[in-house]
């Protein structure tokens, strides 16, 4: 038996050690590092993402401890002129907020006091950090005198004035601390709340960054930085407080706060306060956009694998002049020679291929009389098919509906066609042409419409280390779930592709299938938002599959479709956000305004470590332009029975391209 | 993909994650494969019957060592030990002393004799071994029937240690035993242990109508259960851990195995297969001894109620099991 660990399982970054998030942590390349979390940077962000994009462990790397460990010999005032600033990191489910919503007593004061604690979870992280940056830093001067009286301008506590070093002032906070969850947890029982509070919001985590300065002068204006991860687990009213520290904060503290796409609930501060605005008191990021356009993620990728597989010894980490490369273990599908060696694994009929009948059925229906006879079709058919490759012959057929003419001859066409072809097959596929483009355009989309018309169990490959690390879209943990999937797979059939042959094509699609069944039906359970967006998730999939294997494509790689954002009715505009913060559609790009009427255009494309599911591609390229019926009938999830009449239409429209049919429901042009 | 093509993998997926998390992994991907690959399209299409080979697959009991042996536990505290221990405590009166309680029931322990159904080398006393283990008993408290009892014999009103003919009796050979605890790990029909013990149950009765006798398995279906209750056994007296009602039949209409089907799902197609290949292999019981259909197996052993597509080893016709069955040889006397 083969060795069980499996090196991809998911493992959340906040189950890691310290040590853990510096041994797993690759490298992206300081830019996209400074872009995310402009460590010294004035202005506080929210950095937002979907689940598995690194939030946590980007935080946790920058944070001091994490940071300390990278160094374990160097003093933490080292360190710290080193990183440049002092970041503190805190989870915000660590503070069991829930504990300060449940509570018939008034909202404001259940506030203040997660405020306070909240303050002083973040204040123990600083003095953690400062106490070993004391007892690791011999050479310097610290005045925990200057820093107390500072800090005690604040806190209103005689004890804080008593305290004699900043180990004092730590024990203070973590008996202040300890007080609160005292109260907090017996309120509980008791019903009632009596508690001293020893300062207002802002008055320690704040001006200790002051404090700090006069501590030891060398560290004056150094930033600190508050990281808090997982803020959607604070309720509406916690986020403001969050909101007012970011708010009031400025010149003294900033904030990193991650999150997932849905996570912020408001921008307001406490007590009615004024909104944070973009751009002035906060910035935010998405992770996802900068992840999925960073050129160097499949570099990153790598890293990443290779360093799962040494996690658990299955690999070396690096081998000088070797290095071990992931491609090695998967194979790919052969699309050499027009796919001919996948092609022919198919054993297609060779007299007369499913989709020639089909193609003949169409032509037939035609209402013009040149060809209406089966005779006349199959005379099209066989200068369009004769003594040329599957692949090629489908693209023929797809040229002619393409540029099939409703009013006049097709003689010439149909010439025209076989003569490119069969020039394109004598120059091995090489040379220019509008003939080579179409097969660029389309020979993966062909090829999936041969598989699935063969009916073959594999269905649709998905195969190969490159295919795996576009599907993930530049997210860590989708890679993961593929690659865990085709190793669990792999290690049961007690095949070790990872020292031995590569992984067949047939367990790597059905690795995809089961990473795309995963993702869509058990690793997104939030509830009826979700289970909606699944639905009108499954409508655009059925939408762009009819397309993808329809006789006359109508879009090359079809994965996106665009609209107009002012098209959609309020309730189709909520369900496609929550289809976008459960990352089963991505947004591409901000949205163009349309030069004529300025609306603003919206091109949404499916998630594509879902695309296994309905055969779909993993590449965007062309996008189905949707008319507003149709947009409203897939987000809208009221609207089934109109989504089910329209994709029929659209659907006969795009498999008889001969007939004189309505087009109201796609816009053709769109961009 | 097609639809079979969809409903194959995610059985495969359901298969994987049940070796991996319920199976201990003891059965893997290449005897899945194997066994799958039996089914050629003798009965259905091939693509069909491989598809039906993995949704019953997929839908199998097996237990494992690991579960076996939390059963073991299960058995001894829930059919054992909890009911004795109220007994003693409702005999005191309802007693809260727990140190009394226990050393009664210590005493109660040591006057009773756990038997394994059948021959020491049978699955039934094989399991004893791990029953006495995980319940940390002492070894005297386990026997055979040989062990346990005397046979005598009567002629004309005298009891003589005697193995000439006449009507054999049975008198314990330690009369401090008050309690006989027969075990199996599985009832199925019921037929096999009535068969060995109605006569063994006769003769210990004849000369000893104060013993406790009951009788304890893992498994047993509701039929089996009832003969065992009947007068002539063990007469109300005997208990199973996991009772197996008609819906555990795999094939009956009532079928819990098959309740939830896709749509493609047709019974009959699935009997038809399942029964075809089973008169293949084992023309005598193609669905499980007596009919059985259960589609339920052991670590130490798969019994023959279940259909032998599962365990034949391909002595009649080629075939590669998936869960093994030690066959009982019973020589030329069965």
Redesign the interface.
């Known amino acids: 038996?083969i060795e069980?660990t499996n090196p991809f399982a998911l493992v959340r970054a906040s189950d890691y050690t310290d040590e853990q998030i510096n041994s797993l942590w690759v490298e992206i390349g300081p830019s996209v590092i400074n872009a995310i979390i402009e460590p010294r940077s004035r202005t506080s962000k929210f950095i937002l993402g979907g689940k598995g994009t690194g939030k946590t462990h980007l935080l946790r790397y920058y944070s001091y401890p994490v940071s300390r460990l990278r160094f374990p010999k160097e003093s933490g005032m080292s360190i710290l002129s080193r990183d440049k600033v002092l970041a503190i990191f805190l989870r915000a489910t660590g503070v069991d907020a829930a504990r300060f919503e449940a509570s018939s007593e008034v909202t404001n004061k259940w506030q203040q006091l997660f405020g306070v604690y909240l303050e002083l979870r973040l204040i123990e992280g600083v003095l953690d950090a400062l106490c070993d940056i004391k007892e690791t830093s011999t050479d310097e001067v610290f005045d925990d005198q200057a820093f107390i009286a500072e800090l005690a301008k604040s806190v209103v506590d005689s004890a804080v004035a008593e305290c004699q070093s900043i180990y004092d002032f730590r024990d203070w906070v973590i008996l202040e601390r300890r007080n609160i969850d005292y109260a907090v947890n017996n309120a509980a029982f008791t019903g009632s709340l009596d508690l001293r509070i020893p300062f207002s919001i802002g008055s320690l985590c704040l001006p200790v960054s002051r404090a700090i300065g006069v501590w030891n002068r060398s560290l004056s204006g150094l930033p600190l930085i508050y990281l808090i991860d997982e803020i959607e687990n604070f309720s509406e009213s916690q986020q403001q407080v969050v909101n007012s520290l970011i708010r009031y904060g400025e010149g003294l503290a900033t904030f990193r706060v991650t999150g997932r796409l849905y996570a912020i609930k408001t921008h307001s501060t406490l007590a009615g306060g004024e909104e944070n605005r973009e751009g002035a008191e906060f910035k935010t990021t998405l992770l996802d956009d900068i992840l999925k356009g960073h050129s160097k993620y499949p570099q990153f990728a790598t890293k990443f694998v290779v360093n799962r597989l040494a996690s658990v010894g299955l690999t070396a980490k690096t081998q000088k002049n070797n290095p071990f490369d992931p491609r090695s273990c998967f194979e790919e599908v052969d699309s050499g020679r027009y796919y001919s060696v996948a092609v022919e694994s198919l054993s297609f009929d060779k007299n007369e291929p499913g989709f020639i009948k089909k193609f003949l059925d169409a032509l037939v229906e035609n209402t013009k009389q040149d060809i209406s006879s089966v005779e006349v079709a199959r005379g099209i058919i066989a200068d369009l098919t004769k003594d040329i490759p599957l692949l090629l012959q489908k693209l023929n057929l797809l040229i002619f509906c393409k540029k099939y003419k409703k009013k006049t001859s097709n003689t010439s066409l149909v010439k025209k066609i076989r003569s490119d072809s069969l020039s394109f097959i004598e120059g091995n596929g090489l040379g220019q042409g509008t003939y080579k483009t179409a097969y660029g355009h389309y020979a993966a989309d062909l090829f999936a419409q041969l598989c699935?018309e063969s009916?073959?169990?594999?269905?649709?490959p998905y195969a190969g280390f490159d295919t795996f690390v576009k599907m993930s879209s530049g997210n860590p943990r989708n890679l993961l779930v593929i690659l865990g999937k085709a190793y669990?797979?792999a290690s049961?059939?007690?095949i070790d592709f990872i020292n031995g042959p590569k992984l067949s094509v047939a367990i790597q699609t059905?690795a995809a299938?089961?990473a795309a069944?995963f993702m869509y039906e058990m690793d997104t359970n939030y509830g009826s938002r979700s289970e909606q967006a699944r639905e009108v998730t499954t409508r655009l999939a059925e939408l762009l599959r009819a397309a993808r294997y329809a006789l006359n494509i109508p879009e090359v790689s079809p994965l996106a479709v665009s609209f107009s954002d002012a098209d959609l009715s309020t309730e189709a505009k909520k369900t496609l956000d929550s289809a976008l913060n459960y990352s089963f559609v991505y947004e591409i790009g901000e949205g163009r305004p349309d030069r004529n009427n300025q609306r603003l255009n919206r091109k949404i494309q499916l998630n594509p470590l879902l695309a296994?599911r309905w055969?779909l591609p993993i590449a965007v390229r062309g996008d189905i332009g949707l008319s507003k019926e149709l947009v409203n009938s897939i987000f809208d999830t009221q609207r089934k029975g109109d989504f089910n009449l329209l994709l029929k239409r659209l659907s006969a429209r795009w498999n008889s391209p001969f007939k004189n049919l309505p087009t109201e429901d796609v816009q053709e042009v769109l961009f | 993909?097609?639809t079979?093509?969809?409903y194959?993998?995610?059985y495969?997926?359901r298969i994987?994650t049940l070796?991996?998390h319920v199976w201990d992994?003891e059965v893997?991907?290449?005897e899945v494969?194997a066994w799958v690959n039996n089914f050629n399209g003798q009965m259905l299409d091939k693509?069909s019957e491989q598809l039906y080979a993995l949704l019953s697959l997929s839908r199998y009991m097996y237990f494992s060592k690991r579960l076996v042996r939390e059963m073991l536990k299960s058995l001894y505290r829930d059919h054992f030990e909890a009911p004795l221990l109220q007994r003693i405590r409702r005999n005191l009166g309802g007693t809260k002393d727990s140190k009394l309680i226990r050393r009664i029931y210590e005493q109660e322990l040591s006057a009773t004799r756990f038997i394994g159904i059948g021959n020491p080398a049978e699955s039934g006393a094989h399991l004893l071994y791990y029953f006495r283990q995980v319940n940390r008993l002492p070894k005297k408290l386990f026997i055979d029937i040989a062990g346990a009892f005397i046979q005598t014999i009567e002629c004309s009103g005298e009891v003589r240690n005697s193995k000439k003919t006449g009507e054999i009796r049975y008198l314990p050979k330690d009369g401090s035993v008050t309690r006989y605890v027969f075990f199996d790990d599985l009832v199925g029909s019921g037929n096999q242990a009535s068969q060995y013990l109605t006569d063994h149950l006769k003769r210990i009765r004849q000369v000893n109508k104060q013993l406790d006798i009951s009788f304890v398995s893992l498994f047993a279906t509701t039929n089996g259960l009832a003969k065992l209750n009947g007068k002539a056994l063990f007469d109300g007296r005997a208990m199973c851990l996991f009772e197996l009602d008609q819906t555990y039949k795999a094939y009956d209409v009532s079928s819990r195995y098959f309740a939830n089907s896709p749509p493609w799902f047709d019974m009959d197609e699935l009997c038809k297969m399942t029964k075809g290949y089973g008169d293949q292999l084992q023309p005598t019981l193609p669905l499980g001894y007596e009919d059985g259909q259960l589609l339920l197996g052991f670590t130490h052993n798969t019994p023959d109620n279940a259909p032998p597509i599962f365990w034949d080893e391909g002595r009649n016709t080629p075939w590669a099991p998936i869960f093994v069955r030690y066959d009982k040889n019973y020589g030329s006397n069965p």
């Open positions: 038996m069980q699935r009916n073959n169990e594999l269905g649709v669990e797979i049961f059939k007690e059905e299938l089961e069944r296994p055969g | 993909m097609n079979t093509t969809g194959k993998t995610a495969e997926e994987r070796v991996n992994q893997r991907g290449p494969d693509d």
